[in-house]
């Protein structure tokens, strides 16, 4: 089992930044990647950004050049830092892990909210 906590979401203005942070425990040995999803109300839950034990990384189109994951070297904290925000990111922003038996594991969400 692998435990996800999400933190860093909020308001901000268009064209700010936002760092979310998701710190993990419990088997964290059999992750084999950690990602970032996004939910906007209305919409499909999407995948913002990916990072594997390598840590090559993988981004929608619609973050790229803007967001950018990361992880510490413990692979237990995974960062997601946003830059030129805009309103049609806000969503709720979930943590997300898979391990080694392709088993998936989320956080509970965090809010961003992008607006004037």
């Known amino acids: 089992q692998v435990q996800l906590v999400e933190s860093g979401g909020g308001l901000v203005q268009p064209g700010g930044s936002l760092r979310l942070s998701c710190a993990a425990s419990?088997?964290?040995?059999?992750?084999?990647?950690m990602a970032w999803y996004r939910q906007a109300p209305g919409k499909e839950r999407e995948l913002v950004a990916r990072?594997?034990?390598?840590?090559?990384?993988n981004y929608v189109d619609s973050v790229k050049g803007r967001f950018t994951i990361s992880r510490d070297n413990t692979k237990s904290l995974v960062y997601l830092q946003m830059n030129s925000l805009r309103p049609e990111d806000t969503a709720v922003y979930y943590c997300?892990?898979?391990?080694?038996?392709?088993?998936?594991?989320w956080g509970q969400g965090t809010q961003v909210t992008v607006s004037s």
């Open positions: 419990g088997s964290i040995f059999r992750i084999t990647y």
């Open positions: 997300n892990s898979r391990d080694n038996i392709a088993l998936d594991y």
């Open positions: 990072i594997n034990n390598s840590g090559s990384t």
